[in-house]
C-alpha cells in the first residue's frame, strides 16, 4: 500500500497498535502479522495497559511479562498507557491510548481489529459520534429519558440522523466496532496524520467464555486459568513464547483476580463513607449514595458489583468507578490531564534490540519525553507530567501489593524494575 507522505524525510515506517495483551494469545499474533502484511511497515509500537485493564480488573500477569510476549511476537517499542486511560470508558481508553502514539511523531499507520474489518464502514458513525450535532444529541437526550439503555438510545439516535446507515446498525453492538470508531474519533479531533487500518477479527466473541480450538478470546483463557483448569490446554491458544512466559509466571505466582482487591477497597470505602464518593471519576451521586447504602453488605469486590449493578449502571461501568475510589483517581485528576493534552510522556516497558533506529527517530521528532528510567524523570519531566507520574506509580503500587500479599514474596519496587530488552 502507498505509505503515508508526511514522513518522507524518515526511511522506515510505522505501525501504532493499542492493547492490552491479558493474556497474548494467536489471535494478538495474527493482528500484529496481517497488520505488518497491510501496510508494509518497518516497525510496531504497542501502547498497552499497565497493571490495570479496561473492564476494571488487575491484569492476569504484570505488565512486564506482557510486554515481554509482545516483543517476542512481533513488537519494537512497548509503551505504557496511564492508568487513568486503561480503566476508562471506551472513548477515554482511545483517546490516551491514541494521543500516546500521536505524540511519538514517528506512527505512520494506527492498526486496530473489528468485528466487521472495514474501516469505511466505521468512520461515517465515528464522524457522527465525533460532532454530536443537535439533532443526535435532542433524540439521544429524548430516548434516554424513555428508560432506553445508553448504547440502544445511541444507536436509534444515529439511525434518527441517518437513515442510510441502517444497515450498518449492528456494527454498535459489537465492543471492538465500538473501540474502532473510539479510534477514529480520536484521531478526527486531534488531526491527526495517522491513518486507520483495521484487521477482521478471527478469534472467538470478545465476550466468550468457551475455550475454542485455536484462536479463543483472552476471556476464556483467563476463565480457564481462574478456573484451575490444566495449564497445558492453553498451549493451542498461544504462541509458544507466550505460553512458556504464562506458564513460568503461573509456577511461581498465583493470577491475581478482583477479589484480591477487596480488603483494600472495603477498607477505603469504610474510611470515606461519611463525605460520600463523588469526588472519584465515574462516580455519580447516585452511584454514591448506593454504595453508601449497601457498605454493611459488602462481602467481596465482584460480588458488591453485583450488588449495585442496576439496568442503568452495568457491572464493568461499577468495577471501574470503584476501582477509580480504591487508586484515589477522582474528576480533578481528568481535569489535570485534559490541561496537559491528555499525555505529557511516554514509559517504555520494554523494546527489540533492533529498534534502535526507531528510539532515535522517536527523540528526535516526538512531542513528550521518553522516559526509559524512573530515575531520569525528574530531569526529563515538568512539574505537571512529574506529579501525573508519582500518582501512576502509586496506583501501581497497589497491584504490586496485592500480588506481594498473594504470592507472600517482597513487592516489587518499580523503580528496581529493568526494562524488557529481547
Same mark, same amino acid.
Given at each position: 500500500?502507498?505509505?503515508?507522505?508526511?514522513?518522507?524525510?524518515?526511511?522506515?515506517?510505522?505501525?501504532?497498535?493499542?492493547?492490552?495483551?491479558?493474556?497474548?494469545?494467536?489471535?494478538?499474533?495474527?493482528?500484529?502479522?496481517?497488520?505488518?502484511?497491510?501496510?508494509?511497515?518497518?516497525?510496531?509500537?504497542?501502547?498497552?495497559?499497565?497493571?490495570?485493564?479496561?473492564?476494571?480488573?488487575?491484569?492476569?500477569?504484570?505488565?512486564?511479562?506482557?510486554?515481554?510476549?509482545?516483543?517476542?511476537? &512481533?513488537?519494537?517499542?512497548?509503551?505504557?498507557?496511564?492508568? $487513568?486511560?486503561?480503566?476508562?470508558? /471506551?472513548?477515554?481508553?482511545?483517546? &490516551?491510548?491514541?494521543?500516546?502514539?500521536?505524540?511519538?511523531?514517528?506512527?505512520?499507520?494506527? +492498526?486496530?481489529?473489528?468485528?466487521?474489518?472495514?474501516?469505511?464502514? $466505521?468512520?461515517?458513525?465515528?464522524?457522527? $459520534?465525533?460532532?454530536?450535532?443537535?439533532?443526535?444529541?435532542?433524540?439521544?437526550?429524548?430516548?434516554?429519558?424513555?428508560?432506553?439503555?445508553?448504547?440502544?438510545?445511541?444507536?436509534?439516535?444515529?439511525?434518527?440522523?441517518?437513515?442510510?446507515?441502517?444497515?450498518?446498525?449492528?456494527?454498535?453492538?459489537?465492543?471492538?466496532?465500538?473501540?474502532?470508531?473510539?479510534?477514529?474519533?480520536?484521531?478526527?479531533?486531534?488531526?491527526?496524520?495517522?491513518?486507520?487500518?483495521?484487521?477482521?477479527?478471527?478469534?472467538?466473541?470478545?465476550?466468550?467464555?468457551?475455550?475454542?480450538?485455536?484462536?479463543?478470546?483472552?476471556?476464556?483463557?483467563?476463565?480457564?486459568?481462574?478456573?484451575?483448569?490444566?495449564?497445558?490446554?492453553? /498451549?493451542?491458544?498461544?504462541?509458544?513464547?507466550?505460553?512458556?512466559?504464562?506458564?513460568?509466571?503461573?509456577?511461581?505466582?498465583?493470577?491475581?483476580?478482583?477479589?484480591?482487591?477487596?480488603?483494600?477497597?472495603?477498607?477505603?470505602?469504610?474510611?470515606?463513607?461519611?463525605?460520600?464518593?463523588?469526588?472519584?471519576?465515574?462516580?455519580?451521586?447516585?452511584?454514591?449514595?448506593? #454504595? +453508601?447504602?449497601?457498605?454493611?453488605?459488602?462481602?467481596?469486590?465482584?460480588?458488591?458489583?453485583?450488588?449495585?449493578?442496576?439496568?442503568?449502571?452495568?457491572?464493568?461501568?461499577?468495577?471501574?468507578?470503584?476501582?477509580?475510589?480504591?487508586?484515589? #483517581?477522582?474528576?480533578?485528576?481528568?481535569?489535570?490531564?485534559?490541561?496537559?493534552?491528555?499525555? +505529557?510522556?511516554?514509559?517504555?516497558?520494554?523494546?527489540?534490540?533492533?529498534?534502535?533506529?526507531?528510539?532515535?527517530?522517536?527523540?528526535?521528532?516526538?512531542?513528550?519525553?521518553?522516559?526509559?528510567?524512573?530515575?531520569?524523570?525528574?530531569?526529563?519531566?515538568?512539574?505537571?507530567?512529574?506529579?501525573?507520574?508519582?500518582?501512576?506509580?502509586?496506583?501501581?503500587?497497589?497491584?504490586?501489593?496485592?500480588? /506481594?500479599?498473594?504470592? &507472600? +514474596?517482597?513487592?516489587?519496587?518499580?523503580?528496581?524494575?529493568?526494562?524488557? #530488552?529481547?
Amino acid at each position: 500500500m502507498d505509505h503515508p507522505s508526511q514522513n518522507q524525510n524518515r526511511k522506515f515506517h510505522v505501525n501504532g497498535i493499542v492493547a492490552e495483551y491479558n493474556p497474548f494469545h494467536n489471535g494478538h499474533s495474527y493482528h500484529l502479522q496481517d497488520a505488518a502484511r497491510q501496510t508494509e511497515a518497518d516497525y510496531t509500537i504497542v501502547v498497552m495497559s499497565g497493571s490495570f485493564v479496561q473492564r476494571g480488573a488487575p491484569a492476569l500477569l504484570n505488565k512486564y511479562s506482557r510486554a515481554r510476549m509482545a516483543l517476542l511476537n &512481533g513488537a519494537d517499542l512497548v509503551l505504557e498507557i496511564p492508568t $487513568l486511560y486503561s480503566i476508562s470508558s /471506551a472513548e477515554y481508553f482511545a483517546t &490516551g491510548a491514541v494521543t500516546l502514539l500521536d505524540k511519538l511523531g514517528v506512527v505512520d499507520y494506527l +492498526c486496530f481489529g473489528s468485528e466487521c474489518g472495514d474501516v469505511a464502514r $466505521l468512520k461515517p458513525l465515528a464522524d457522527i $459520534l465525533s460532532e454530536e450535532p443537535e439533532e443526535y444529541t435532542t433524540h439521544l437526550r429524548q430516548y434516554l429519558k424513555e428508560g432506553l439503555s445508553y448504547p440502544m438510545a445511541r444507536t436509534l439516535a444515529l439511525m434518527q440522523v441517518r437513515p442510510d446507515l441502517n444497515d450498518t446498525r449492528d456494527l454498535l453492538a459489537s465492543a471492538n466496532n465500538i473501540l474502532g470508531i473510539e479510534y477514529l474519533k480520536a484521531l478526527r479531533r486531534r488531526k491527526s496524520k495517522m491513518q486507520p487500518i483495521t484487521t477482521p477479527r478471527t478469534s472467538s466473541n470478545y465476550h466468550d467464555r468457551i475455550m475454542g480450538t485455536h484462536q479463543s478470546s483472552a476471556l476464556a483463557l483467563r476463565q480457564a486459568i481462574y478456573d484451575r483448569q490444566d495449564i497445558q490446554i492453553l /498451549a493451542s491458544q498461544m504462541p509458544e513464547s507466550a505460553y512458556r512466559i504464562l506458564s513460568a509466571s503461573l509456577a511461581a505466582n498465583e493470577p491475581l483476580q478482583l477479589s484480591d482487591l477487596s480488603f483494600q477497597l472495603h477498607y477505603k470505602l469504610l474510611m470515606e463513607a461519611e463525605k460520600g464518593f463523588t469526588e472519584y471519576l465515574d462516580v455519580s451521586s447516585e452511584l454514591s449514595d448506593r #454504595i +453508601c447504602r449497601h457498605l454493611c453488605d459488602f462481602t467481596d469486590y465482584k460480588a458488591f458489583c453485583d450488588l449495585l449493578k442496576t439496568k442503568d449502571l452495568t457491572y464493568t461501568r461499577i468495577s471501574r468507578a470503584l476501582l477509580h475510589i480504591l487508586l484515589d #483517581i477522582k474528576k480533578e485528576d481528568l481535569l489535570l490531564y485534559e490541561q496537559a493534552d491528555y499525555i +505529557c510522556y511516554a514509559r517504555v516497558l520494554g523494546f527489540s534490540t533492533e529498534a534502535e533506529p526507531l528510539l532515535h527517530e522517536i527523540k528526535r521528532s516526538s512531542s513528550i519525553p521518553l522516559l526509559t528510567k524512573l530515575a531520569d524523570a525528574e530531569k526529563l519531566l515538568d512539574d505537571t507530567a512529574l506529579k501525573i507520574l508519582k500518582k501512576e506509580l502509586r496506583m501501581n503500587a497497589v497491584y504490586e501489593s496485592a500480588a /506481594a500479599i498473594k504470592s &507472600g +514474596c517482597p513487592m516489587i519496587n518499580e523503580y528496581r524494575s529493568p526494562l524488557v #530488552i529481547v
